[in-house]
């Protein structure tokens, strides 16, 4: 199996990264390969491998899209299987064999892993403490769609015979990439099954500003699913939404204060404000590059915001 991972971060970060995956088990004919997005990070095909380090780090900021990135980790294996993991996952250690216990059948082209939103205290950042109790890495969270469902890229693996007939990821989209890949997948005859023991623990966004913005892009995501696969994911009349949150909000502010319960405020601050984040997302174009100095001053607030 090769192992890709995109990246957006500084050094410092991609350190931790590299000790974070060193856990992992490979074994022979296995590949571990982390893909440096970061804007200014060298032309695509330049790769670095400290001695006895099993990762190596494959600069691709050509295109800045996480779906770029994954197609070029890609490109560099030749494994039956392709496993994509987020930057912001830990991995169990023997996540590549759990993928394998039952053996897919034939015709499946895609696993689903399973993803475990970071546990975050009582009393830890809203943020992050809100998308702990509402699970909002779950694999479940976007399984739930039925007929539209699919798993997530930040733990998902595909095979390379599937993935290279298909033309891999769309590259030019910010977001949905994975969904996309899963539904041309299923168009193309090709199964997906589901391995909840193939576990990642997902750190989420620490800050508000980090997870409206990631929700907006969401959105953004959204809007244009439903545009290439209508019914996907209908839109919400934004209006009727907004008098919704500030109803909702209010309503549940003034309950969680007075039974003092300081997760029930969260619930009442951020679930409003994570429908109503990701319905302004749909405005946002999801095609990458955006067009015209605004569009890339737009993409580049969107590249430091998300990461807070």
Not at 206 to 214: E, I, K, P, S
């Amino acid at each position: 199996m090769d192992v890709v991972i995109p990246f957006r971060g500084d050094p410092a970060e991609l350190e931790l990264l590299r000790q974070r995956l060193g856990r992992l088990r490979l074994r022979p004919g296995d590949s571990l390969v982390v893909v440096d997005n970061t804007p200014g990070a060298e032309p695509a095909g330049a790769a670095t491998r400290p001695s006895a380090d099993p990762v190596t780090v494959l600069c691709a900021a050509d295109r800045m899209t996480p779906a770029y990135a994954r197609n070029r980790g890609a490109a560099r294996g030749s494994a039956e299987w392709i496993a994509f993991l987020d930057a912001d996952t830990l991995p169990g250690c023997e996540l590549l064999d759990r993928y394998f216990d039952p053996l897919p059948d034939r015709r499946t082209g895609l696993l689903g892993g399973a993803v475990l939103d970071e546990a975050v205290p009582p009393g830890g950042r809203v943020a992050a403490r809100y998308a702990y109790l509402r699970e909002v890495s779950s694999q479940e969270a976007t399984y739930r769609f039925g007929r539209w469902g699919y798993p997530k890229t930040s733990n998902a693996a595909c095979r390379r015979a599937a993935f290279e007939a298909l033309g891999g990821f769309r590259e030019d989209i910010r977001a949905a990439e994975d969904a996309d890949l899963a539904y041309r997948l299923r168009g193309a005859g090709w199964e997906i099954e589901r391995r909840d023991r193939a576990l990642v623990v997902h750190r989420n966004r620490a800050t508000v500003r980090g997870f409206v913005v990631q929700r907006a892009v969401h959105g953004s995501g959204g809007a244009w699913l439903d545009r290439e696969y209508p019914g996907s994911f209908p839109a919400r009349r934004l209006p009727g939404l907004v008098w919704w949150a500030i109803r909702t909000t209010a309503g549940g502010l003034v309950c969680a204060a007075r039974s003092r319960d300081r997760d029930g405020a969260v619930r009442a601050l951020l679930g409003p404000l994570d429908d109503v984040a990701f319905e302004l997302g749909r405005s946002i174009p999801n095609h990458r590059p955006l067009a015209g100095v605004a569009g890339i001053r737009w993409s580049r607030w969107m590249a430091r915001a998300s990461r807070c």
